[in-house]
């Protein structure tokens, strides 16, 4: 077993370059399926998500070439087959974006339910459904794996309004929509820069996508997409991570390779912490020199405050003066990590959708456990900031998502390490 360590107490300072977005690459990565010819696709972020997707891919008979740490080469031409390895399907919560490029390609898709985080109940995929029927295809379920076929083998154009605003839905429709006969309009799509993203690869390789950004996409599906280069948007829950950490540790720290755009949904409630944010061309800098203040924040679609960010704001409200809510407007629950967190001393109440946080003077460290990506990055952001030694657990939760997060943050001045545990044996080794 492998875990994290953490003495807490350092202030962060200096610079830290933010990887590729973790939600652009696991919705980019399977859009290869469309392309006839070669993608190369550069700023992939080194995390095992992306590594699981790409070994999917393989599996089905795509070529798969890293041309640096960076850089990857997909070729989809020989992929043959519309299954896809069950185990490793149910690793990744983005696996049933397999179903709408399956069914562009080939008609049909067979692909196991989404699996990764475990937080807010089981993750519905009926607004998923709802536009692959519009677009003429059937979806069943059997043995835990979704069959989907489109009827005469091809999808084809239809107008969808989603009941909700769903990244999942809007990412799932485009891809299925791409190579359809006819023209497809989705309405209350959603607007996340992943969103954007995705239909700017797919228009590079010569899809015909209009409105990403918008709560309107309209796409003209075309006969076939060409091979080419595409470089990934940086991760603005990566970037928010980090800025929360500097809030919540203290210092001063500029965030490198970031869309100052896409984050000012985050540091605007820092900003009402009392968190000093200076905006340049491509970086934030990040200084907190006073006690934080209390806020409140509710979690909406993008251009709102993001749910990615909600377990590590409510990680540094736990030391704000006064007291905070935090109301989730996107999942039925995701405060699942606040156990955790009053662990460590943190005074939170949870009544429904909101989290009531009574500011404290300091945590303390203590054994804890992450249960899904984000409230592993809260963790970590309470341990630099409490008092004494913290040891966190699931991390392959955090690595899903977060590239190289421990040597980020050890260069910032954290005392943050990797551990490996023996079975049987209460004898820490650090992993070199």
């Not at 997909?74 to 690793?91: E, N, W």
């Not at 794996?145 to 989603?162: H, Q, Y």
């Not at 996107?330 to 156990?339: L, Q, S």
Request: hydrophobic fraction near 45%; charge should be neutral; charged fraction near 20%.
């Amino acid at each position: 077993m492998t875990k994290y360590v953490i003495n807490g107490g350092n202030p962060l300072h200096g610079e830290v370059e933010i990887s590729g977005a973790k939600n652009a690459a696991v919705a980019i990565i399977p859009a290869a399926l469309l392309v006839d010819g070669v993608c190369r696709i550069e700023n992939i972020p080194q995390i095992s998500d992306v590594t699981t997707f790409l070994n999917i891919l393989k599996q089905m008979g795509a070529s798969v070439q890293l041309v640096d740490k960076r850089t990857i080469d997909i070729d989809c031409t020989g992929v043959g087959t519309t299954q896809a390895t069950f185990s490793l399907m149910q690793r990744l919560r983005a696996s049933y974006y397999l179903i709408g490029a399956l069914l562009a390609r080939f008609g049909t898709a067979d692909v196991a339910m989404p699996g990764g985080c475990n937080f807010g109940g089981v993750r519905p995929i009926d607004q998923h459904v709802k536009g692959f029927n519009a677009l003429g295809a059937e979806i069943g379920l059997t043995n835990g794996i979704l069959n989907a076929r489109a009827a005469g083998g091809k999808l084809r154009g239809a107008s969808i309004i989603l009941d909700v605003v769903s990244v999942g839905a809007t990412v799932n429709i485009m891809l299925g929509a791409t190579l359809a006969e006819g023209n497809t309009v989705i309405e209350n799509a959603a607007r996340e820069p992943h969103i954007v993203d995705l239909a700017n690869f797919l228009n590079s390789m010569g899809a015909d996508i209009r409105g990403a950004g918008t709560n309107v996409i309209k796409i003209r599906g075309v006969e076939k997409l060409r091979g080419g280069f595409y470089s990934i948007i940086p991760d603005q829950i990566e970037a928010g991570t980090y800025m929360a950490a500097v809030a919540g540790a203290g210092g001063r720290v500029v965030i490198k390779d970031v869309i100052p755009k896409h984050l000012e949904c985050i540091y605007g409630k820092l900003r009402e912490m009392g968190v000093t944010i200076l905006e340049l061309e491509d970086s934030i800098v990040v200084q907190r020199l006073k006690p934080l203040l209390r806020t409140h924040i509710k979690t909406l679609p993008y251009p709102g405050f993001p749910t990615d960010m909600q377990p590590q704001l409510s990680a540094i409200l736990s030391l704000a003066e006064g007291t905070s809510t935090v109301t989730e407007g996107v999942w039925d629950n995701r405060f699942g990590y606040v156990d955790e967190l009053t662990k460590m001393g943190a005074n939170i109440r949870v009544i429904g959708r909101t989290a009531i946080i009574e500011g404290t003077s300091y945590l303390t460290g203590a054994s804890t456990k992450a249960g899904d990506l984000r409230a592993g990055a809260a963790l970590v952001i309470a341990g630099l900031c409490a008092h004494g030694q913290t040891e966190i657990e699931g991390i392959s939760y955090i690595e899903r998502g977060y590239e190289k997060m421990i040597s980020k943050l050890s260069a910032l001045g954290a005392d943050i390490k990797t551990v490996y545990v023996p079975e049987e044996s209460s004898v820490m080794q650090e992993v070199v």
